[in-house]
């Protein structure tokens, strides 16, 4: 098969990369950076340079391909985030229509299922949407968890204050995701007969962040890490203190006000908690703990 992907060389787009030239298949990676060039090449692919903005680049870049994966930035600009993630989902309909392609994989996320209130999430939301109405091509939303590798960022603040924490209770239940069961799920979907529109979730391990102060702790040389609940004011001083921009300190605040309330993983919950994923927490703290 010809199937092209966005994402470049990523923690999702170098191990799909790998996965689906292992496989035989003709892969195209979309970068936006020219000095990906070379590493995609590496790989085995053809890289394709130019904004994922740009729905005649994209047109180019998908044209002859028998499936797509595609993946909006996670940060589009510091201001308009949601408008313009909106936006890159448009530019991506605009090119599939005009290409004729009939095969997509959308990464997309739990939550997306929810118009508003979700934070980043909500620009997912519109672009599934956006998809919905393009005629005669099958399509899959791989609503992903929450990222492990999210928990990174953590690390300063466990460094200094001995915490982890977040706007959300330490004995909420979380669908956790590593990029690379991303990968793998993605690959599957890419390369298997689809007809329609449907949902699957890309979800390694379900836990509680209690569960995850735990182990990463443990892993990190802490066993006493404790996960602390943030109101809603101090999450956002405190991403934007370390230097977030304020537009997206106040979407992630969001977020994390429906994990709270137990909105963002409601539609997950509801269809049975699919764990497709294969990485647990415990394997994702070997990794964290070569932070520390």
């Keep these: 098969m010809k199937i092209t992907i966005s994402g470049s060389l990523g923690n999702i787009g170098k191990p799909l990369t790998q996965q689906l030239v292992a496989a035989g298949h003709e892969v195209t990676v979309i970068s936006s950076e020219a000095a990906r060039q070379p590493a995609i090449e590496a790989l085995g692919a053809k890289a394709a340079i ?27 600009g510091d ?30 996320s739990v939550g997306a299922d929810y118009p508003e209130g979700t934070g980043p999430i909500r620009g997912l939301h519109l672009i599934e949407g956006i998809y919905s109405g ?29 915490i982890m924490g977040g706007n959300f209770p330490a004995a909420k239940s979380l669908p956790l995701v590593h990029p ?3 990968a793998t799920l993605a690959a599957e979907e890419l390369t298997q007969p689809s007809t329609g529109k449907k949902v699957r979730y890309a979800v390694s391990d379900v836990r509680t962040p ?13 066993p006493e890490l404790p996960w602390v609940e943030f109101t809603d004011e101090q999450s956002l001083q405190g991403m934007t203190g ?3 921009p304020g537009e997206m300190a106040g979407l992630y605040t969001e ?23 294969k990485i647990k927490l415990e394997d994702f703290a070997r990794d964290f703990a070569a932070k520390f």
């Design 180 to 182: 690379e069961d991303i």
């Design 50 to 76: 130019g904004s994922v903005a740009d729905a005649h680049f994209l047109t180019q870049a998908i044209s002859g391909a028998d499936a797509l994966f595609a993946m909006t930035p996670p940060n589009m």
């Design 134 to 162: 393009l005629e005669d091509v099958a399509i899959t939303y791989l609503r992903a968890g929450y990222f492990y590798t999210n928990f990174f960022n953590d690390v300063p603040m466990i460094q200094t204050a001995g």
């Design 255 to 277: 977020m994390g006000t429906a994990i709270r309330a137990g909105k963002l993983q409601a539609d997950f919950t509801a269809q049975g908690a699919p764990v497709a994923g």
């Design 242 to 244: 370390a230097g977030l």
């Design 79 to 108: 201001a308009d985030i949601v408008a313009n993630t909106a936006a890159a989902g448009q530019a991506y309909a605009d090119a599939i229509k005009a290409s004729g392609l009939k095969r997509v994989v959308m990464l997309s």
């Design 210 to 222: 209690a569960d995850v102060a735990q182990v990463l702790g443990a892993a990190a040389g802490k």
